[in-house]
Each structure stands twice: as C-alpha cells, then as structure tokens.
C-alpha cells in the first residue's frame, strides 16, 4: 500500500458521512440556495423536443 492508498484509506474511513457534517450541511444550503429555482423552472418544448428525436435514433 503506498502512502496515496493510506490517505485515501484514512478520509474513506473517517466513521462518518460527509453530507451529514457541519461543511455538508452549509454546502447542501447553499447550492439550495443557488440552484432550486433553476432546477424548479420547466423544460423548454424545444429541448424536450431535441431530447425525444435523439432517444428515437
């Protein structure tokens, strides 16, 4: 094991889940803040419509 392997053996261990940690949180309401109201605006008919005739290729 190189010592690349251990540290990244040592952060995959850390015993808890990151989205759950002080940082996770702040960060999960931020990009909250930032991104909802455009991942909540419709799709275009136009790029729905792209999207279907490229699924039918």
Do not use: Y
């Not at 053996?9 to 109201?37: N, T, V, Y």
């Amino acid at each position: 094991m190189t010592a690349g392997d251990k540290r990244k053996a040592s952060a995959d261990d850390d015993g808890g889940d990151e989205k759950d940690s002080p940082f996770g949180i702040w960060l999960s309401r931020g990009l909250h803040q930032l991104f909802d109201d455009v991942a909540n605006e419709p799709i275009p008919e136009e790029l729905l419509r792209l999207i279907e005739e490229d699924r039918n290729k």
